[in-house]
């Protein structure tokens, strides 16, 4: 999944839990990722994910 430049997903939080995300990781309906990005803009992260 492209994200914005100069930003991760530090973790991807299912049912509550962290987990560190992985290649083999797919994402499923409610799951929350934790972005950290030292460039990007909330608007930025918004647009990747619309």
């Known amino acids: 999944m492209p994200v914005p430049a100069g930003t991760v997903v530090a973790a991807v939080i ?12 797919r994402l499923q309906p409610g799951d929350e990722l934790l972005l950290v990005s030292h460039t990007a803009t909330e608007k930025d992260v918004q647009t990747a994910f619309q």
């Open 14 to 25: 299912r049912d509550g839990e962290p987990a560190a995300p992985t290649p083999g990781l």
